[in-house]
């Protein structure tokens, strides 16, 4: 939904480093405010119901377990970092505990830190980062990485049934930028290193990694890689899979290095085996990425289709058969009306905006010349397939709001509204399929719940075989919200399984999809995958029980 | 080197279907014959010596081992599969041994046969396969995968040792293409089609998979998988691992499939995991494909540049900031030499010509509009970067010439000439070094033994952040060519790894590059590697001594 675009730090480049503090998103000066429209659309009862809620139990209140962790284990830890790398502080547990899902912020307002680790531990190097997975093997204690804490599958929340405690490593003091290789193009980053961070560092050497997912605010480059992110601009930059050229992995075990070579003959593609294993092989404490001359020209605008089919056969002709913009991305029909129904709206023609439809935004960035060739090549296939040039308006909005649409979500569950996403990839000849099918099982689950809830949808990412579907979805929060909000997303898991789509296009595994995973990939595959892990760490302490 | 270019069947939608029958290379009809010119170059001493030498031991005559396989293994085979579909017919296990390595050729062509299989074996279905690897693990006779024959690292022949036999599983009879998704633009094809087949079912459907391998001729998709094969039309069509949509693997434990979508977090990309695998997790028995369109238009043209150094420039150039033609070539001086000797050569320009240098082969397929847009902005660049055009002369000499260059070594050996090819592929940064490196190894080696070579070196395929170095040897045969090659290839090999490069760009690991390799990937990586191995195949009978 469309949120204010007037702010300089909306810009990828302006942005400050967050550093996350549970349980609201991103800068505190930055603070989502509920647009009266989107209150009214979504039939929340106003502001006095959102402030009451806002408060719900204060971090600082929130009850914490003792920490078990073995004294033994504490003081190894200790001896190995420094006592101030090593911590039970109240506030550190509660910052690292869990991710930003909405059950996720609903648990912790409602006063449940149950999955906070024992301790929060802070290595300065990689090889600190083997000693902490040497002596949590030998003391049999669970290890969560972190980098930016902005999950929101439960990659953060390992089960810790049968283990001595639980450490989250913060990976956050790792956040050079140790080399770049401007003949290959080629940047080494340290796993800790914040996105927004890295983007500015490669911009003063005159590089962009093009890499921003929606959690740009928070997160970081080693949950970029440990979870295949994508980012907004992957049409054009790529996917942070396919520009991740080696990486170094810390494991109970010891080093393995991976990428001698952009691509090899050499055996299994072993950056695809470490890449996506979201902390349960070990820990990534380096990552060498392609980068690009940072752009010098940007220009992002709208493109109105009658309806989603339309839209995307539009999409489909360009993934398959070029130009390739940098971002582009089509919103259905109802995603579409709530983003054209901020009186803020889309600056777009008005006649074009009346006549509701859906809307694609492409965005071109790189040398001038070339930006425009693009766009005209581009523009010429859009045209053909039926769309009606917005002009730079409806682009321009989006780009400027696209970091902000997080911050909405905390002041929308203020007022009783549940607000949550998810998403999925397929191929193209089952995609209209796939959004019937999970549309279908948002709604009526809701629906049956009393609930009734408006489902968004848009394709943010696409391929020559296939794209990925967006959904998002608001409705009243019923007295158990975290309930409610569980059976809607089995709903959709079955729905995306049944259909025979994949349980996450770039949100990951963690623990809340690992059995739609395991049936994604199936027993022997999981096997295999199973013995990967026992050998890089035969004690089973890598966050476990996510993924695997 | 320049070989005759006038024949329809050098062009990939006309060439026949081949099966190989060793040790000669190719369809029988195109024979290759060595040019005066090119016999001349290498210092042979005319073609009297060749036709001694080219009897050798003729196939028929080569004495072969009994096979070894236990009785109940071969009849619960032959249960299985049909009377028919299992042999141990003299000429079918020498077609089924090794595959064309120059030392391959040269170990058949004097009688020895060593690594031949006991049996061959020609399942008809999945299932089948599956049937097969059962079989074997039970009685603990080794499996070796078989659709085109060509490999050139050893990969057809394992290691023996401990088995009760070694069976080859011909998968020429799973020649189907299974389905089209032309909305998704995939196929799936059976693994055991041939390349050329394949393309002739896909074309027939206005389709093209665009993978022209210089083993074309011969290989099938399975093995194109489990090699990560690069054809010479990767630019344009990508690599073989990266047009995989999904693949079906065989295993002793049962089917493993993966490719649930395009792209996804779900986890390590399997699909990465099993390409490569080189028969050692099981058998591939069906891989789906990205297809494109069947080009309406092609260019190919040549273009000089001044030296290797500045050719590479502009090949970076184009890889990094596009755009990328669908073929893209840079031969150094010693190859372009050697090419322009040729008195039927490049047809280019002669004062171009005259002047030496280093040719460009760049080539455009695709829609006309979009080829001409492509050549104009490619053409800039190359101009840009000092490239001095040739016209489409050489361009078409390369295209139509280019499968016939593996017809060309038998006459050669006949001759009394070693020739032979390895590859390997680096960052751009270091890709000067690797070449000095790699060719100081060779020539320093193959003088020191008294026979002096040719090393040529193209870059057959370029990314964003590096490129292959394709190097051709050629020197006069000494008394025992096979440990002459051994030792240059060894000291080629040493060279590679220090440079920090990969062992194999695209001819991948087999038997011969498998120390290299363990060193390429070090030993936590080749202990998850086996785990997985030990995972899928528990009884270590898939292609064992192959990779792992």
Known sequence: MKIHADSPRTDETALPVVHLRRPRWGDPETPGELPTAAAALVGAEGSEQGEDQQRGVAPDDVVLAEPVIPAAARSALVEALGVHRVTDDHRARIDHTRGYSTPDILALRSGDAGDAPDLVVSPGSHDDVLRILEICAVHHVAVVPFTGGTSVVGGLAPDRTGFAGVVSVDLTRLDGLVEIDEISRTATLQAGLRGVRAEELLRAKGYTLGHFPQSYAGAGIGGYAATRSAGQSSAGYGRFDEIVEGLTLA??????????????????????????????????????????????????????????????????????????PTVLRLSDETETAINLADPDGAGADDDATAQGGCLVVVGYEGHREEVEARRTTTGRVLAQAGGLALGTGPGEAWRTGRFRAPYLRDPLLDAGVLVETLETVTYWSRLTDLKAAVTAALTDTLTEAGTPPLVMCHISHVYPAGASLYFTVVCPQADDPIAQWSAAKIAANDAIRTTGASITHHHAVGRNHRAAYHDEIGELALAALRAVKQTLDPEGVCNPGILL
Chains 1, 2 share one sequence.
């Open 251 to 324: 494991t109970p075990r010891g080093t393995v290095t991976v990428g001698t070579a952009p691509r090899s003959a050499a055996g299994p593609d072993l950056r695809q085996l470490f890449l996506g294993s979201e902390g349960a092989f070990g820990i990534i404490t380096e990552v060498t990425v392609r980068v690009r001359p940072a752009p010098e020209h940007r220009v992002f605008e709208g493109w109105r289709f009658d309806d989603f089919d339309s839209g995307s056969d539009a999409l489909r002709a360009l993934a398959q058969d070029g130009p390739m």
